[in-house]
């Protein structure tokens, strides 16, 4: 019997914000413990909440960047359940008014190639909620410390239709999540720092049955890849159990990333009754047209709006824009440098086959680096204009652009390097080469054209890089046409 | 110095210090002493700074020496219920499991009196947490009648109500959720009043349930209730559920009241239940209104049986979930014997908490509870609206209403302990004015026959605030009840 798996993921994203959701105290991340508090945070007696408007303005951009719909009036309930990370032993959360309803998100699967794309799909949300993150706990041998730093940062809680049918699909799904939280400026959704966190809910069914089979929670997976490596995991179980006559129950499983297995953590029925109930301390929020609108023309074009873009527009290949569409900044960088020499392909390759290389090998990112548009702009310029070879560009101009920060005209200028176009100049140096190399020659005058390319690199190096490859090709030609 | 300084009304006082017959120093340690003389049988107080009560005493006076008084109430002593947050002063709302607890921050209420100049003078005992109509669900003390010592002196604010009639201070502070302030003021002969929910700031006031907790006055005159109320009314940005709207000068519109008023009575405060004495005393307040001309119209108020049922709902639903914090983990009272996390919380609020706020809890984490939470919580919301619609509807056609503050006066100690419903019928009166979130104020009408004191209450429009002092101004000028004190 054939079996298909459906899956449901629940991602946690942390909303950069300046201050903490419900007070004034600053978030951040690697502080020293308990620091960043105050009587909000710590839940003491009288001390009450204030939104922070902040938080909801992000989550409402999140929401325009999920296509969702911004809910016209959202509140503020209270999650009770008792837990030593918890300040007030309740959570401020959002019940049935969530801001986000609905929702979906463009997700590209791997393809069958790391250089060819995969197939696009949608994948449909349920709801996003803005809620307070809770404290950190940490176990010794003998006692437990709770550190709450991390409680009251705005959180924001993303939720799908169990419409995740593969391993590959909540991977992919995760990765363009994350691609949107970024280029909205809301997270950086680095897993490792907890800026992001997921929950999976995973069922199987022989296929054409029409119900869902009983479903399963995974938690405590740390990576992207560890939820794809949890799900891969959970699937075979679940079929295994299954195809062995076994039966399943509704649990919360943990994923143990060492043993690679997921384990039984609880069954439902040891799961909280949470008693929601609208907070007394917070007024709900009214979101009105104005406010969407001013919101709205701060919504950045999607990742893969733009992947497309740069195909129909620029005709980059999907081994550039691959390259290209997650960084929202090197995006820009390329599009200013391509506005100013309207050479999008060149600077594309410039920036992906050797601007990339050099940040990485220096440990820096785009911003730390010297370089700015413009001098990828300048380069690329230079050579289209036949003012260098590509090769002079790439072994005498852009390292020494990349270390000091000189703009690549002037580093020509200054090494003496634009390429020679004088004809006269160059004529008696192809004319020494031919003379100088008769086998070759021979071969070119047989029908070898490829031979001429020894003859090129010959004046090339007689000119030392400086002579326009085009035209010494141009003359070879000539030179030898006359001969023969 | 003059006689009786301690049975002083703020007025009085204020032009006694105006005049340099007395220093805030020389009251401040007069009422040290009324205090040190008369709380050991009234137990209204939980803790004194005497040192620091005359520190800022003395600071006050150098103000008004130096020509730099902050206010009005500048030099005057104003004594704090214990669920209201002074920086570096205890807070235990009478319970043990705040027993050792201080916080580090002033509540609003707090802020503003020490920034007008007031002294805050005293932790005053109260049910713990608030939950009470007697005051002897304090951990720590009963706090007595000073009207009659084996009775007691209402609740939960009953330290604030018999503080001031005991004269130990002139003015305090209580919070009123189901009737907190109203019910004691009335027991102790006293004005108490209970603001529109939203006139003054919850922040640093120990949450009991949230949607009916308001902070308000004590005092032995209704124009000392308005200065105390001007001080600490106002929109404040610390909490979300304060409403900006402006308040109005209190003091002033007691120098030129409007009247007469149209005045309703609602007919369902006056059926079984109600004592025959408070009952009379109630109706010839009434008829002295009729006499200055005053409209008096029956007013009907159909859910008003209900009150006490949805109060018990939503106010232990809140109570529920703002009581959980105190689980032993962080500031509250931890348990020694705690083997884990989950004993330590078992442990820790066994211990730490009382038997009615433990019946609390317990009850509201049962109406909130999955399959129950429409059936009880939303259902109480809505007759929360229909109670909430029967006074607008009313106040249509008058301007206040005139009822009993309670359905009896100051009740022995013990006699309602056993038995919870009947204490909870104490508040019959009050609820619904928290329910609604109208404001609502007690002022002394009469004694009974065992000369325990009777009190009026007068419940005004949202923000009406203004109406209700000026009318029940107007009835404590032409009688003498608030002018009579215990003799202790």
């Keep these: ?62 929401g325009m960047l999920l296509q969702s719909t911004i809910s016209e009036v959202t509140k503020w309930d209270r999650k009770n359940y008792f837990y030593p990370d918890s300040p007030k032993n309740y959570q401020i959360s959002q ?16 393809g069958p190639s790391r250089n060819v794309m ?30 709450y730093n991390r409680a009251g940062t705005p959180l924001l809680e993303i939720v799908t239709e169990p419409v995740l049918r593969t391993p590959d699909e909540a991977w992919a799904y995760l990765n363009a999540l994350r691609m949107l939280m970024v280029y909205g400026d809301i997270s950086d959704c680095d897993m490792e720092k907890g800026q992001m966190r997921c929950d999976a809910n995973v069922s199987v069914r022989p296929v054409g049955q029409e ?130 020499c309207n050479k999008p392909q060149q600077v594309a390759n410039w920036i992906v086959n050797n601007l990339l290389s050099e940040l990485g090998n220096d440990g820096l990112s785009l911003s730390e680096s010297k370089i700015t548009s413009a001098h990828i ?71 070898n054209e490829k031979a001429i390319n020894f003859l090129k690199g010959q004046v090339m190096k007689a000119t030392r890089g400086k002579a326009n490859p085009a035209l010494v090709d141009q003359m070879l030609k000539a030179l030898i046409d006359k001969k023969g | 110095m003059p006689d009786n300084l301690h049975f002083k009304t703020v007025t009085d006082l204020q032009s006694l210090l105006a005049g340099g017959e007395i220093s805030s120093v020389e009251l401040c340690r007069e009422l040290i002493d009324r205090k040190e003389a008369v709380d050991s049988k009234i137990q209204a107080f939980n803790s004194l700074d005497a040192e620091n009560v005359l520190a800022n005493a003395e600071a006050s006076d150098q103000r ?33 499991m705040l027993e050792n607890f201080v916080p580090p921050y002033d509540a609003t209420v707090s802020r503003k009196l020490k920034e007008a100049g007031a002294i805050p003078f005293g932790r005053l005992n109260m049910d713990e947490f608030a939950m009470g109509s007697s005051t002897e669900n304090s ?86 209730v308005a200065q105390v109320l001007q001080s600490i009314a106002g929109h404040d940005p610390k909490d979300s559920t304060s409403i900006e709207k402006a308040v109005p000068g209190y003091p002033e519109i007691l120098q030129n009241p409007i009247g007469p008023w149209k005045l309703g009575v609602p007919k369902e405060y006056f059926e079984e239940g109600l004592d025959p004495e408070v009952k009379a005393c109630i109706q010839k307040a009434i008829d002295w209104y009729a006499d200055q001309g005053c409209e008096i119209q029956e007013i009907q108020m159909p859910n008003m049986d209900l009150a006490i049922a949805v109060y018990y709902i939503i106010a232990t639903a809140e109570a529920s979930s703002n009581l959980a914090r105190y689980d032993g983990v962080r500031y509250s009272h931890r348990s020694e014997q705690s083997e884990d996390a989950i004993d330590l919380y078992f442990k820790s609020r066994a211990e730490g908490f009382g038997e009615e706020v433990k019946r609390r809890i317990i009850l509201g984490t049962y109406v909130l509870s999955s399959g129950y939470y429409d059936a009880y919580y939303l259902r109480a919301q809505k007759i929360r609206t229909l109670i909430r619609e029967d006074f607008m509807k009313a106040y249509e056609s008058v301007d206040a209403l005139l009822t009993p503050t309670s359905p009896f006066v100051s009740f022995r100690a013990g006699e309602k302990n056993e038995d919870p419903l009947a204490m909870y019928l104490s508040d019959i009166f009050t609820i619904s004015a928290n329910l609604a979130g109208i404001p609502g104020i007690s002022v002394p009408c009469g004694f009974n026959s065992e000369n325990l004191p009777i009190g009026l209450q007068i419940l005004g429009k949202p923000f009406g605030e203004s109406d209700l002092l000026a009318i029940a101004n107007s009835f404590e000028q032409a009688h003498d009840f608030s002018s009579q004190h215990p003799d202790l």
């Design chain 1, 211 to 340: 119900d869902l089979g009983v479903k399963v929670e995974i938690k405590n997976m740390n990576s992207i890849s560890g939820v794809r490596n949890a799900l891969v995991y959970e699937i075979e179980r679940q079929i295994q159990t299954l195809k062995g006559g076994g039966s399943l129950v509704q649990e919360t499983r943990g994923w143990d990333a060492s043993k690679n297995v997921t384990y039984h953590m609880r069954f439902k029925e040891e799961s909280h009754d949470y008693r929601y109930f609208p907070d007394p301390d917070l007024m709900p929020v009214r979101i009105d047209e104005d406010w969407r609108g001013r919101i709205s023309a701060t919504i950045p074009e999607r990742p893969y709006d733009r992947q497309r873009r740069y195909y129909d527009d620029f005709k980059l290949p999907f081994t550039i824009t691959s390259v290209l569409i997650p960084d929202p900044g090197l995006c820009e960088f390329f599009e200013e440098a391509a506005e100013a």
């Design chain 1, 1 to 62: 019997m054939e079996y298909e798996a459906f899956i449901g993921l629940e991602v946690h994203v942390q909303v950069r914000t300046q201050s903490k959701i419900f007070t004034s105290v600053g978030v951040g991340f690697g502080c020293e413990p308990n620091t960043l508090t105050d009587p909000v945070v710590l839940g003491f007696p009288g001390a009450l909440p204030v939104l922070n408007k902040e938080a909801v303005e992000k989550s409402i951009k999140v």
């Design chain 1, 95 to 110: 019940f049935d008014q969530p801001i986000c309803e609905g929702g979906k998100v463009e997700i590209e699967l791997p």
């Design chain 2, 139 to 224: 951990a720590f003390n009963t706090t007595f009648n000073p009207w009659s010592s084996d009775r007691v002196a209402g609740g939960s604010s009953g330290g604030s109500a018999a503080a001031v009639s005991a004269g130990s201070v002139p003015v305090s502070l209580g919070s009123d959720t189901g009737g907190s302030i109203r019910q004691p003021a009335s027991f102790c002969g006293v004005v108490g009043m209970k603001p529109t929910y939203g006139r003054v700031s919850r922040f640093g006031l120990v949450a009991y349930a949230s949607s009916l907790d308001q902070i308000g006055p004590f005092g032995r005159s209704v124009a000392d």
């Design chain 1, 377 to 447: 702009a300048g380069l690329v310029k230079l050579i289209e204009e036949g003012v260098i070879s590509k090769n002079i560009a790439k072994e005498e101009v852009f390292g020494e652009m990349f270390t000091s920060g000189e703009m690549p005209a002037a580093i020509v200028e200054a090494k003496g390097l634009k390429q020679s176009n004088d004809t006269g100049e160059l004529e008696p140096i192809c004319q020494k080469v031919i003379d100088a190399n008769p086998g070759p020659v021979e071969e070119i005058l047989c029908g």
């Design chain 1, 118 to 147: 995969g197939e696009h799909k949608w994948i449909e949300l349920t709801r996003a909620h803005l809620e307070e993150d809770v404290g950190k706990l940490n176990h010794f041998d003998n006692d437990s410390l709770v550190d």
């Design chain 2, 64 to 96: 008004r020496a130096n020509g730099e008084l902050r206010g009005p109430l500048d030099g005057i002593p104003i004594g704090l219920k214990d669920v209201i947050a002074v920086s570096g002063s205890p807070l235990t709302c009478s319970s043990r």
